[in-house]
């Protein structure tokens, strides 16, 4: 049995303004799986990754076949890998990619075939559309994005189940790290 982070599949278009989700709604604008590391990211870290990404893929695949149904680009899941940092070399080794145009700077795509892009969350522009995701650094990067999050408008949709959201997931998050836990 393997675990994954969060598998998404999305019902309808996913709102990717930078007053809704933003860059974290354009990541999930297909079926996708989200694994999030707080800490240093290694090699074989990502190649697991990977695995659990062709497993899943392998999955649907056969039971499209056993169905006899085909299986549209939209369904096969991409995998997001979400790591405070990582080094130019780790991402040279996958021959991973720049995407500035379509997602700014900290998105890496490896090859086309691989379906897997890296965010890279200490690299993220400090915006409004990357809010959601440095949420998840750490250090002066999430209470930065922390800080804005208090600062919404008062009339901004969804403000206190919001924060709400975000108050359990740094309890979460603080109490897995204490206990050891790699999220």
Known sequence: MREIGVFFIPQKPVPT???TLGLL???AQTSCLFEVFRNPI???QIIEYLSKLFDVQGKQRREKRKNKEIISDNEI???WILTLTLSS???ES???QLNEKIYGNGVYLFPASLQTGIVVIHQLPVNQE???LRMLGKGNIQQKAIE???NLPLDYPHKDNIIELVLNLLTMLESNQKEGNIL
Do not use: M, Q, R, Y
């Open 94 to 96: 996958f021959s991973a």
């Open 42 to 44: 290694e090699i074989h």
């Open 130 to 132: 990357t809010l959601w």
């Open 77 to 79: 899941p991409f995998l």
């Open 148 to 150: 804005e999050l208090k």
């Open 89 to 91: 070399n780790k991402l």
């Open 17 to 19: 303004t930078p007053d």
């Open 25 to 27: 709604g354009k990541l």
